[in-house]
Each structure stands twice: as C-alpha cells, then as structure tokens.
C-alpha cells in the first residue's frame, strides 16, 4: 500500500526559531500534497496545496511567509515554520495525492507534533 | 473554511453495539471521505463514496450519502474497542483533493 512519511513525528523548539517538517511519499509519486494542521481535540485544518514546481496554494488566513512550502520532487514536500512561536505549537499533517489517480486517491503522513517553548 | 458538521460530539458505546456518526456539510461535493484518527496519530482512510452514490459497504461499514439533504452517515456495526478513536468526514468540492474536513466524533468503545 502506498505510504507516505513525515519528519521529524515530533519536535520541541525555542520561541524565533525555524522547523522544517519533511514530508515523503515512499512508494509513489505525488504531484500534490496538503498539509493541514491540528489543535488539541480539534478537527484537521488545512492550510496549503503544494504543487510540484511550483508555488503552493495557501488558505485564507494562513500567511505563506510564515509556512514556507517547498515541493522539489515528485516524492518530497516540505513544510518550513519559520520564526515560531508559542501559538504555532500544533499537529501538521500532510498527504500526498497520487499522481493520476483515481478520483482523490491520497494518503496521510502519522503526524508531525510541534512545540514551540 | 470547516464545512463539516458532525454529531454526535462524542459516544460511548459497549463492545458488539453499533455506532452510527453523522455528518451534515454546505456546498455541492464531488465525493465525501470518512477517516479514522487514534490519538495522536495520523489519519486511515475508511470509505470513500462518490456523489452519484447512496450506499456503500466496507467491511463492518456502512456509509450513506443524501446529497439532497447534504449529509451522510457511518455506521459501525459490532462494535469493538479497538474501535476506539475519532472518526471524521471530510468534502471534496472540485476533485482537486482539497479536503475539507468535519469536526469529528469521538467514539469509545468499552470492553
């Protein structure tokens, strides 16, 4: 089955400090992936499209130069939380989407917990 | 913007009852998912059904759509603990993959 990865699953950071969180798609080429974001016994909200080469797409309200997205290859996107801050601290998720598809094939990654001190 | 609504909230169930889960949402979809999310972990997808479909069977799942009524239901029959997690729906207006998910139920099952 196809699996897609996230790294690191968790990570404690100093307040002004970047993150990076690695999301991969192991036995598939994904053209999109989401991510998404999830407060404590919250639902999933999602918070960009990442298109490979080329710009994400973002949500209302989710500013783009605060959550860098970079999808350099079929496999990889990765999410950059930059200057973060305790607010920050959340559950992102990505999935990737299975390139060409049937109907909205996609998978998620386990999970990726931030904490920003 | 979330436009899932789902009830109940939270239910607790004995092991080997049903659960039933509903989920109401705003806008035309192409399809409709339901997920399963054990504590802190990643999401598994259960079902998905289309927007031309009313019924679909998965296993002990049984997924309904009323697209006239704008929702759709998960039934989980015989229930066990390992049943235990919350369980979301999520819309995909366009086909595009964006999802758009509801605020979930959380389901305990007790042994």
């Known amino acids: 089955g196809a699996v897609v990865s996230q790294h690191p699953s968790w990570v404690i950071c100093k307040s002004g400090t970047s993150v990076k969180i690695e999301c991969r798609s192991l036995?598939?080429?994904?053209?999109?992936m989401f991510w998404y974001r999830q407060f404590p016994k919250q639902s999933l909200m999602l918070m960009a499209t990442s298109n490979e080469g080329s710009k994400a797409t973002y949500e209302q309200g989710v500013e783009k130069d605060k959550f860098l997205i970079n999808h350099a290859s079929l496999t990889l996107s990765t999410l950059t939380v930059t200057s973060a801050h305790p607010e920050d601290s959340s559950f992102y998720i990505c999935s990737a989407r299975v390139a060409g598809g049937y109907y909205n094939e996609q998978f998620f990654g386990p999970g990726t917990r931030l904490t920003v001190l | 913007s979330q436009q899932g609504e789902e009830d109940p909230q939270a239910l607790s169930i004995q092991e080997g009852e049903n659960a039933t889960m509903n989920c109401s949402y705003k806008t035309s979809i192409n399809n409709l998912q339901w997920y399963r999310q054990n504590s802190g972990r990643g999401l598994v997808h259960l079902i998905l059904?289309?927007?031309?479909?009313r019924e679909k069977h998965s296993g002990r799942l049984r997924v309904t759509l009323d697209t006239s009524k704008k929702s759709s239901s998960l039934l989980i029959t015989a229930s066990r603990a390992a049943d235990t997690a919350s369980y979301f729906c999520a819309t995909d207006a366009s086909n595009t993959g964006k999802l758009i998910f509801g605020q979930g139920t959380t389901l305990q099952v007790k042994p």
């Open positions: 059904i289309r927007s031309n479909e």
């Open positions: 036995d598939f080429q994904a053209t999109t």
